[in-house]
């Protein structure tokens, strides 16, 4: 029985095809490496079985900057336990930053029921970034301790994050409208040191108090050494010190950046880790060749890499 080939919706001028990022990596590819892929089913093929090939050109793309080198990108195949880019070291956060320590233009828009639409320029992100981290430090947080955050997704988890990846800890986070014994389920496997969190937060047009919560946590999780508040149901905000200049911890490829968790429902949520190199590579791919992220400069009117 033959079935039915569905109609095409939508398909991208010609014109847009051409000048897109996965155009131009195709025609890099070709270039720099000789591989000649025609269209995207034929460079899907080829990601998929030349691994070593295709990361290694994703690395090379997008100069990721590292210390160090590797000489081969997927250096042991065994799972579990595949090692990828062994030798080299880098930041997530570094990269998110690269070209645009005095930009002005808009990092974050961002709006809820909370805030009326505002934007977060990137010298303004920068900032942030570089007061938390250095807030941290004097907590004493250090590379491989846990951070986590008990926060909905506004602009000051944004700068949480990229604080605690710049220093080289690892970050976690639950929504506010889990319940205690949920987010103690998550963070307690992980043993935080800071946790970052709101009093609340709206949604639907009510408010939710989370103070009451907060308190069940600090008091569930005995690895937690501070709590830092963000008044964000009072409708206030972080009051942050003058900042150092931001640093990036050189971490190895594979070092934690996050601690994610299955959902729970067959027992304890699972914590399942990614590392700092490979989000950064699958950020880096997904932005650009899939959703064709791009910014174009005053000057040239060119796009240019996003993030």
Not at 101 to 117: F, K, Q, V, Y
Not at 129 to 146: F, I, K, N, P, Y
Not at 230 to 248: H, N, R, V
Request: glycine fraction near 8%; charged fraction near 25%; proline fraction near 6%.
């Amino acid at each position: 029985m033959s079935r039915a080939v569905p109609e095409k919706l939508w398909e991208p001028p010609a014109e847009l095809v051409e000048r897109s990022r996965l155009r131009e990596y195709m025609r890099w590819l070709a270039a720099e490496r000789d591989v000649h892929v025609e269209d995207y089913e034929a460079l899907w093929r080829w990601s998929v079985e030349d691994l070593e090939g295709f990361w290694s050109s994703i690395w090379d793309f997008f100069e990721v900057r590292a210390d160090g080198s590797w000489e081969r990108a997927l250096g042991d195949r065994s799972m579990p336990g595949a090692e990828w880019f062994a030798g080299v070291s880098l930041n997530y956060a570094e990269h998110v930053f690269a070209g645009k320590e005095d930009d002005s233009e808009a990092a974050i828009l961002h709006a809820s029921e909370l805030r009326d639409l505002g934007e977060v320029s990137w010298s303004e992100l920068r900032a942030g970034v570089a007061a938390v981290a250095a807030g941290m430090r004097e907590l004493g947080v250090e590379r491989g301790d846990r951070v986590v955050a008990y926060m909905p997704n506004v602009p000051e988890a944004i700068v949480a994050f990229l604080a605690t990846a710049s220093i080289g800890a690892i970050w976690s986070s639950c929504s506010p409208d889990f319940g205690p014994a949920s987010v103690v389920d998550r963070f307690a496997q992980i043993e935080p040191k800071v946790l970052f969190a709101v009093d609340g937060y709206g949604y639907g047009g009510k408010r939710f108090d989370r103070r009451v919560v907060l308190a069940e946590l600090r008091a569930a999780i005995p690895s937690l050494e501070h709590t830092i508040r963000l008044p964000y149901l009072a409708g206030g905000s972080w009051e942050l010190p003058e900042p150092d200049e931001l640093s990036f911890e050189q971490v190895p490829f594979d070092h934690p950046l996050w601690v994610l968790y299955s959902s729970g429902t067959t027992g304890l949520p699972k914590a399942i880790v990614q590392g700092q190199g490979g989000i950064l590579l699958e950020h880096l791919k997904k932005a650009n060749l899939h959703s064709n992220l791009t910014r174009r400069t005053a000057s040239s009117g060119s796009p240019r890499l996003a993030g």
